[in-house]
């Protein structure tokens, strides 16, 4: 079946870096867009970033423009999510979605992996 | 910038009831780039309406989408147990996704 694996959260001090990473399985990975979603405690819904299904392709929201980088492995179904210079505003449970087509709705989501940002 | 508005913040109604959420865009949006999503507690979202109003794959015929421009509605016309969960609305535009705040359907 069409899923999604996210891993790679944790405890992580402010000013340090993680990778998030995201399995997929069940659909050709390397012809859908694929996103970061993620939800504070307590919050709502929050796009973090995008790539492309080549991978050519990057978005990202504004407050982590500069710091967080996504890319994918296509030969490995693996979505990636390089978090730099993380802040405490980061600590959520990230998501991982596949797209229906671009710029469409997210169909397919992960089970989300947290990460808490504290000294 | 976009922004998506959700009202109410919090719906407190009873099973067999209809349920109408609004989500309103700070300026006219398109209608193919607006989606609705449902999220239950511990879990992740859940596709339920994209182009304003068209149902995912699994999705049950009670849940409906409409709207336009700057007004988009999603209505729940009978209120099952499962359906009380908190509803988000989302658009895309200018390579950025946006989404409201969400709503709350509560049981009364």
């Known amino acids: 079946q069409v899923q999604l694996v996210e891993s790679g959260g944790g405890v992580v001090q402010p000013g340090r870096s993680l990778r998030l990473s995201c399995a997929a399985s069940g659909f050709t990975f390397s012809n859908y867009g694929m996103h970061w979603v993620r939800q504070a405690p307590g919050k709502g819904l929050e796009w973090v970033a995008a790539i492309s299904d080549a991978g050519i392709t990057q978005a990202y929201t504004d407050s982590v423009k500069g710091r967080f980088t996504i890319s994918r492995d296509n030969s490995k179904n693996t979505l990636y999510l390089q978090m730099n210079s993380l802040i405490t505003e980061d600590a959520a449970v990230y998501y991982c979605?596949?797209?229906?087509?671009?710029?469409?709705?997210?169909?397919?989501w992960g089970q989300g992996t947290m990460l808490t940002v504290s000294s | 910038e976009i922004v998506l508005t959700q009202s109410p913040g919090t719906l407190s109604l009873s099973p067999g009831e209809r349920a109408t959420l609004s989500c309103r865009a700070s300026?006219?949006?398109?209608?193919?780039?607006l989606t609705w999503y449902q999220q239950k507690p511990g879990q992740a979202p859940r596709l339920l309406i994209y182009?304003?109003?068209s149902r995912a794959t699994g999705i049950p015929d009670r849940f409906g989408g409409s709207g336009s421009g700057t007004d988009f509605t999603l209505t729940i016309s009978r209120l099952e147990p499962e359906d009380f969960a908190v509803y988000y609305c989302?658009?895309?535009?200018?390579?950025?996704?946006?989404f409201g705040q969400g709503t709350k359907l509560e049981i009364k």
């Open positions: 300026q006219s949006v398109t209608s193919t780039y």
């Open positions: 979605a596949k797209e229906r087509g671009p710029f469409d709705a997210f169909d397919v």
């Open positions: 182009g304003a109003s």
């Open positions: 989302q658009h895309y535009g200018n390579s950025l996704y946006t």
